[in-house]
């Protein structure tokens, strides 16, 4: 590909399904990530562009005027295009807008108006709706007239005439009842809704757990706003995840794999930053007892080894509480039971382990005295990282910090600090 | 709940979703547990069972006898049935499957036939199947006559006398076409298909990127098997990601929140001793530098700042990394160009956070001799660290290990060893 056969890498760009297309070019350096771009079919910009990850799509957003922006978006969901001009600045978006036509930009308007991470802005407004004293001959008839039908449809909604909800039809149902039947004696008229305001992470929870395809969002009154489908529901629950498990590692879930050096070390500064603050209270923990350390050296090979026994084990308990609430498993009920369990196998591992490293040191350094202390700061520092793995995320969710970003530092921080305090401490008290 | 208000509670469970109640038995601790099972609706049983994560669920099984348990899975669909069973010990569970009847039990039989994480095994085998040279209005008297559709229903599957899948059609197709054409001129007939031995987390990427909502499993010979529908892909999408992120800390996927005391300690147990190895190791470097730490203790105090900042910043890339793998960015061709990357990210941070330790070393001990050996070590352990940050997951992902397991103790046993040897040799050298 590197070898210059432009029009040979075009044709089979212009073949592969711009999901595949949207792949590539997050698997390319930026270099070849601009090349590639233009390389790629224009008719199938809009649809690349929304499976691009933001931080890969805003790169190719600069390569693009605003006019082929606006060109691209067309035949996009609502959604899509929200999402795409959420990242633009506001003078580009602006002029994205003026060169929509009206009613494309009337609904896209309608969509940048819902707070991003709720439920309207994850909608299209694309619903089929009925009315419910049609009979289904009459749906049949109005679909073959009006053709395809809006992807991701699983169902139909009946509304009255001033919008508000009454039910939903499935398509299966349309198929296998009798064309006779009104739709008010087949639709479910219990459909749960969506309230347009309903976080996004609360509609991915519901739509897994009843195993929905869409569902109908509704504004207070009850009247249908438009529909959620089920592939942006799936975008979301990846993107949480992602979140978990590179903010656990102090990095942003939007970073791109092959983002420039300079723009990576910036992003990275921060957390390494606020480590070494934490490193240097750890450092200053030591610090009082440097005359003990002068003392007798071997407490300093020995000295970080309870700090990382206790990091280990609260960050176990740490990955363990985060993904309890994510998933919705902890609440006010059972946080008390958990943080007494997890108290629990903080002190079993402290008794296991102090029993451990007590053979293991008296037996490298032919000393009991500094088996016993190092014992102790174990049970000590593992029944405290127990206890702080569970109620330091459990805190931080009541102060509303995101604990799958700022829980490990907080956690590593306490584990180190009372690591080093116990073991020097009783290594002072023992010695002098 | 406590107060034995068994009857209203055994109201309240009988009127909820099984979802929910799922739900709520893996919010509750063990004993709570058992008492909410006993007052589910055993109609209800086997749609609560599949809900469960597979801990909670081994928990319920026990409670259950087999003939219980066989009337429990009527209803359910194949793969459900299967994953359930899969869970139980060889003995019960054909005691189970003798239970069950013919059908039933020779679906789940085939069900359980192919391998664990296979397209095969989470199909269902309920597909609803169309000849190519009936018309569509032939099609929609049938599926009056035949009544309700399997759920999660998208597509109907085209096959021959041979059951070889020609195409699909969607439901929404046969609701807009024209009742008189025949199906052979409405299908697709080059709907991708699924291998029934692909990699679930392969048919978890398909789905994903192309926004299925069900696809169609076939065998060699193009012989329709069975379809994938979405719900069953977004519990793979969903154990994945939770997977990475409890891999990470040293935790299992599958452990239970509520997880009595004694069997979450035995889980955590293994990577604790794997720690306590790796902490070893590291205080076997300090002790090669046993003499220098005699002359000099403010060297113990200043020891733990560089391997902290390299474990972070290693970290930081092996996330990065770790995603990257996961969702298809990474592979041969760019391998080289990211390593190139982030060993640059790497010297650049060591650069910046050299003279950060310097200063802040200089100033605190007011000698700069000690400012110097820490940034000189500090410049060397976080350059390599970006760099065993890439390599280390590449590498286990070359020799077949999961990086997200045993990524982040491999990189810290790297990142510790290298700094204690860097910040001490050098101090040795320079005092010497």
Redesign the interface.
Known sequence: LDSGMFVHVRRMLHQM?P??VA?LL????PAGRKVLWQLTDPEQHGEILE?LNEDVMEGVLQLMAPETLAAATEGMDTDDIAYVLRSLPDSVYQEVLEQMDGQDRHRVEAALAYPEDTAGSIMNTDTITLRADVSIDVV?RY??L????P????ALYVVDEDDLLLGDIP??T?????PNVNVREVMDGNAETIHVSMDENDVAAL?????W?SAPVVDEQGKLLGRIT??D???I??E???H???G????DDD?D??AP??K??QR??F??AV??C???V??SI??MF??T??QL?????????V???GG??G??T???????LA?????E??SR??IG?EA??GM??GI??AT??AL?VTLWKGDWTLGVIIAGAMFINMSLAGLAGVTIPLLMKKFKIDPALAGGMALTTVT?VMGLFSFLGMATLVLA
Chains 1, 2 share one sequence.
């Open positions: 399904p999901c595949d792949l997050e698997s390319s350096p499976e049949l679909l073959r009006r053709g395809e039908l992807e991701a449809t699983d398509l299966s349309l198929l296998t009842v009798s739509f897994e757990r009843h195993d395809i089920i592939d529901v799936v975008d629950i990846r949480n995840a992602e978990s498990m590179m656990m590692a102090g990095m970073e794999t092959f050096v300079v990576s070390t990275r500064t957390w390494l480590n070494l934490a490193a240097l750890a450092a030591s610090n440097e005359s350390l002068e050296a071997t407490l300093a090979i020995l000295m970080t080894i700090p990382s026994m280990i084990a960050n176990q740490l990955a363990l509480v985060i993904r309890g998933v919705g498993h902890i609440g009920g059972n039971w958990l369990k629990a196998i079993l591992n296991i382990w451990v490293i293991v180190d």
